[in-house]
């Protein structure tokens, strides 16, 4: 279980690093072309964590319940993130990672019923450790698409 999550803490660091010298408007442009902007893309790295772990196994979330229904799965920007949102959703980034390791490593039990699933990438999960394994894959694929937003905004 460390390995994945110490993966996914790296590339949330790395996108962390790939962001830092983007204005506010470009996190924000959602170009020509795309459904989503950088700044969604990174929020969506959080609210994935909380409904691929927390709410699939039917415990409560640990980030705000408005904040996970703009950016799971399925939405797009509805609004433009000020100043103050991107720099919570750069605090989110890398704090429910924290906590998901705490929770996973200190109430494992808590886990315990998670449902069997299956991605629409066609992978099939049926434990908090599968699901926790399925995330680098998530979270690379989003790294991916903010790169290629970087490389086509002004």
Request: hydrophobic fraction near 40%; charged fraction near 25%.
């Amino acid at each position: 279980m460390k390995y994945p999550i110490q993966i996914i803490r790296k590339t949330r660091q790395t996108v962390l690093d790939i962001i830092k010298d983007l204005s506010i408007e470009q996190l924000n442009q959602v170009p020509e072309g795309f459904n989503n902007n950088i700044i969604w893309n990174v929020a969506h790295l959080a609210a994935t964590l909380q409904g691929v772990c927390y709410k699939r196994a039917g415990l409560p979330i640990v980030i705000d319940e408005a904040f996970f229904d703009a950016y799971k799965s399925g939405t797009k920007p509805e609004q433009d993130v000020d100043e103050a949102g991107v720099e919570e959703i750069k605090t989110l980034l890398l704090s429910t990672v924290d906590q998901l390791e705490a929770d996973v490593n200190e109430n494992k039990e808590s886990f315990a019923n998670y449902p069997a699933w299956s991605t629409r990438y066609g992978m099939d999960i049926s434990s908090i450790d599968e699901a926790v394994a399925f995330l680098p894959f998530h979270e690379g694929l989003h790294m991916g698409y903010i790169m290629a937003l970087k490389r086509v905004i002004d």
